[in-house]
């Protein structure tokens, strides 16, 4: 092999062409339309945390996007109102999205594993039938769901806000697809062939390998129970029982003949987001914790 063949060690490298390196840059447009994105988003909740500090008279007579100075008085006025129904509208918010999330979440969880890891006559039937339901709108079943608990006695009842949401057809999705690909098969023969009941295998050994996907539905029912307004809105006539979605909506109404509401239903709107904000930090949290965990594992 002749001398000018062989590259040399200290030979300076060629540059990158142009369009390698442009292809490492970021680019220009997918930036914007994230910058676009984050703004419309976040303007409305930019909106209410600046309008929520304004008093009555500031809210129609300053800028938009200009701090005013009556939020602890807001705050107070809304407490106030009715003797503090409206802390009554957030626990029991507190009550349908939290526990219903919880019992939506362990229903998902056991339906999910028995849909991926057994096999019975109709199982395919029986998701299909599940993928309806995530493809349905809930407007749809508003009125047959009302009609059922009605003809229970349920209605204007806790449980008929309730129990409607322990059954979520996305959630048993995700917790299927989730399990199929997180508990492996091998395993799962290898407890049954040292002795273990069905049950523990799914206690010990399935549910905290489906923990991060649990995690997840449970946090999206809790969001969708904490945003439903159609179901209570149906269900319910009694307000102590209102959800604060559902409440507030009552408080807009009466702002139409009283303007000075208009801040309460504001201020409402914005202490409704706390806990949504609390939440998705305390998730992420036991998200990042199971990912690192289970990057030590062999």
């Known amino acids: 092999m002749s001398a000018a063949t062989i590259a040399r060690p200290d030979a300076p490298t060629a540059p990158a062409p142009a369009a ?28 209410v945390l600046v309008a929520s500090t304004k008093s009555s008279r500031e809210l129609f007579s300053t800028f938009t996007f200009l701090p005013g100075t009556g939020f602890t008085q807001n705050i107070a006025d809304l ?17 349908y ?26 199982r395919e ?12 709108p809930p407007v749809i079943l508003a009125i047959p769901t009302y009609l059922l608990m009605a003809k229970a006695n349920l209605a204007d009842s806790y449980l008929s806000v309730l129990l409607p949401s322990v059954l979520s057809p996305y959630g048993i999705y995700l917790a299927r697809i989730y399990a199929s690909a997180a508990v492996p098969d091998d395993v ?3 407890a049954r062939m040292d002795g273990a009941s069905e049950w523990g295998i799914f206690q010990r050994i399935a549910l905290p390998v489906m923990v991060p996907g649990l995690v997840t539905v449970f946090l999206f029912q809790f969001v ?60 992420q949290r036991f998200w990042s914790l199971d990912l690192l965990s289970g990057a030590v594992k062999s």
Request: glycine share 8%; aromatic share 14%.
């Open 20 to 47: 390698a390196r442009r292809s490492r840059r970021p680019g220009l447009v997918p930036t914007v339309v994230l910058l676009f994105g984050a703004a419309y988003c976040l303007l409305p909740v930019a909106w």
């Open 79 to 95: 407490t106030a109102y009715r003797d503090g129904v409206y802390w009554k509208w957030m626990l029991n918010s507190l009550f």
């Open 97 to 122: 999205a939290g526990f219903g999330a919880l019992l939506s979440t362990a229903v998902s969880a056991v339906s999910g594993y028995a849909l991926a890891k057994y096999r019975f006559p109709g």
């Open 125 to 136: 039937s029986i998701f299909n039938v599940l993928l309806t339901g995530v493809l349905m």
């Open 188 to 190: 799962i023969e290898a």
């Open 224 to 283: 969708a129970v904490w945003n439903n307004f159609l179901l209570p809105f149906i269900m319910l006539g009694d307000d102590n029982k209102f959800p604060v979605t559902l409440g507030l909506y009552t408080l807009l109404q009466q702002g139409n003949s009283a303007p000075a509401l208009y801040t309460l239903v504001i201020t409402g709107a914005l202490l409704a987001i706390v806990p949504l904000i609390a939440l998705f930090l305390l998730v």
